[in-house]
């Protein structure tokens, strides 16, 4: 009875406090965020390192299948929050951890592939061109990993993506132990300093610098429920650089229900297949949500998988406006709506309890984790 109650404190306890004037601004609500800390830790053998990178994962089960799942048990919950820990030297630990105070839980699938299917009729992605643009805030939060995904600047030495990236659900992908991140930066260009003749119809030529990952983080929810129901909710990973990347980065904040979204809207940029090179921006309505989940036609294509999806709001607290991440775009659904095929992207949620826990991952203090 005790577990059953506290399961329903972590589920029920975010409270989002919206402001009732008629001179509304859309404002980051204030949530009461969980303690996550580690427990034990485990080593385990060494990966193999045999899975094919995936750029996207596609599941059928959409929004009334994850709706009418029942809730995980508290018990359940504490070990999708488990996580592996994937050191650069191929060592490999696990990590149980412990859920106090207060808080929430989780739900995902995979399915068979819809090729070219990510596209809803006219294309609205705009490719970011010139250094003006992707350098500065915030395109220049979004990075290239070497395994063909996206990720996105979250802390000084830390870049979130998608679990799928890194892991296949099975085993880690090909690559992953020596997986870098890159940073798209201007060419230089030999004997030209001090020349100031641009070309404005052409797009100035960048290139990747990368950085070696340190090591990376993947909840027990991806790599336990991936061939099930659950897997998606959880897609979703942390990878700590060897080194500062030195730019400014975008913090990560709970996601707040999709009807408190300025206009309803979500925005990521990522570096999608089919546009090879180019930081690709999108922005579109969220058509539907889960707890863990939220259901979009934003444009993307394979290699976007892993870019934060983020939002603009109020900070009251600093009077100011303020992007945050609050979702980490996962792929795409073919789903059956009442005997209607219909398709979907899909971005998973930062809820309070993965606030906690990818906060603590790059703090390392519960204390610094208590505001979402």
């Given at each position: 009875?005790?577990?059953?109650?506290?399961?329903?404190?972590?589920?029920?306890a975010?409270?989002?406090?919206?402001?009732?004037?008629p001179?509304?601004?859309?404002?980051?609500?204030?949530?009461?965020?969980?303690?996550?800390?580690?427990q034990s830790?485990?080593?385990?053998?060494k990966?193999?390192?045999?899975?094919?990178?995936r750029?996207e994962?596609?599941?059928?089960?959409?929004?009334?299948?994850?709706?009418?799942?029942?809730?995980?048990?508290?018990?359940?919950?504490?070990?999708?929050?488990?996580y592996?820990t994937?050191?650069?030297?191929?060592?490999?630990?696990?990590t149980?951890?412990?859920?106090?105070?207060?808080?929430?839980?989780?739900?995902?699938?995979?399915?068979?592939?819809?090729?070219?299917r990510?596209?809803?009729?006219?294309?609205?992605?705009?490719?970011i061109?010139?250094?003006?643009?992707?350098?500065?805030?915030?395109?220049?939060?979004?990075?290239?990993?070497?395994?063909?995904?996206?990720?996105?600047?979250?802390?000084?030495?830390?870049?979130?993506?998608?679990?799928h990236?890194?892991?296949?659900?099975?085993?880690?992908?090909?690559?992953?132990q020596?997986?870098?991140?890159?940073?798209?930066?201007?060419?230089?260009?030999?004997?030209s300093?001090?020349?100031?003749?641009?070309?404005?119809?052409?797009?100035?030529?960048m290139?990747?610098?990368?950085?070696?990952?340190?090591?990376?983080?993947?909840?027990?929810?991806?790599i336990?429920?991936?061939?099930?129901?659950?897997?998606?909710?959880?897609?979703?990973?942390?990878?700590?650089?060897?080194?500062?990347?030195?730019?400014?980065?975008?913090?990560?904040?709970?996601?707040?229900?999709?009807?408190?979204?300025?206009?309803?809207?979500?925005?990521?940029?990522?570096?999608?297949?089919?546009?090879?090179?180019?930081?690709v921006?999108?922005?579109c309505?969220?058509?539907?949500?889960?707890?863990?989940?939220?259901?979009?036609?934003?444009?993307?294509?394979?290699?976007?998988?892993?870019?934060?999806?983020?939002?603009?709001?109020?900070?009251?607290q600093?009077?100011?406006?303020?992007?945050?991440?609050?979702?980490?775009?996962?792929?795409?659904?073919?789903?059956?709506?009442?005997?209607?095929?219909?398709?979907?992207?899909?971005?998973?949620?930062?809820?309070?309890?993965?606030?906690?826990?990818?906060?603590?991952?790059?703090?390392?203090?519960?204390?610094?984790?208590?505001?979402?």
């Amino acid at each position: 009875m005790a577990a059953l109650s506290t399961l329903i404190l972590l589920l029920c306890a975010a409270k989002d406090v919206m402001p009732s004037s008629p001179h509304w601004k859309p404002t980051w609500p204030s949530y009461r965020v969980p303690v996550i800390l580690p427990q034990s830790t485990l080593n385990l053998d060494k990966p193999q390192f045999d899975a094919e990178a995936r750029l996207e994962v596609v599941s059928p089960c959409g929004p009334a299948c994850h709706k009418s799942s029942p809730l995980p048990t508290y018990e359940e919950v504490k070990n999708y929050l488990s996580y592996e820990t994937l050191y650069a030297n191929g060592s490999l630990t696990e990590t149980e951890v412990g859920i106090y105070i207060l808080s929430n839980g989780g739900d995902g699938s995979r399915g068979r592939s819809r090729t070219k299917r990510q596209i809803y009729g006219y294309d609205s992605r705009f490719s970011i061109f010139g250094k003006d643009f992707l350098l500065n805030y915030p395109f220049s939060t979004s990075v290239k990993l070497s395994t063909g995904c996206t990720g996105t600047l979250v802390a000084e030495k830390h870049v979130l993506t998608a679990a799928h990236c890194i892991h296949d659900g099975k085993s880690y992908v090909k690559g992953a132990q020596k997986l870098r991140v890159g940073f798209l930066k201007p060419k230089q260009k030999d004997g030209s300093k001090g020349s100031n003749i641009t070309n404005s119809a052409m797009p100035e030529k960048m290139k990747f610098q990368w950085i070696r990952v340190k090591r990376t983080h993947v909840p027990k929810g991806w790599i336990k429920g991936n061939a099930n129901d659950i897997g998606m909710d959880y897609d979703y990973a942390l990878l700590e650089l060897k080194k500062p990347h030195k730019r400014k980065f975008m913090k990560i904040g709970v996601s707040p229900p999709a009807r408190h979204l300025p206009g309803g809207r979500i925005h990521f940029s990522g570096y999608d297949n089919d546009r090879p090179g180019n930081l690709v921006y999108r922005f579109c309505d969220v058509k539907d949500e889960t707890y863990d989940l939220l259901y979009q036609q934003c444009d993307a294509q394979p290699g976007a998988s892993g870019s934060g999806v983020y939002v603009r709001m109020w900070k009251r607290q600093n009077h100011k406006w303020e992007r945050k991440i609050i979702g980490i775009f996962s792929g795409h659904q073919w789903v059956d709506m009442n005997g209607t095929p219909q398709d979907f992207n899909v971005a998973v949620r930062i809820t309070p309890l993965k606030y906690a826990q990818i906060c603590y991952w790059i703090k390392g203090n519960y204390l610094d984790c208590r505001e979402g």
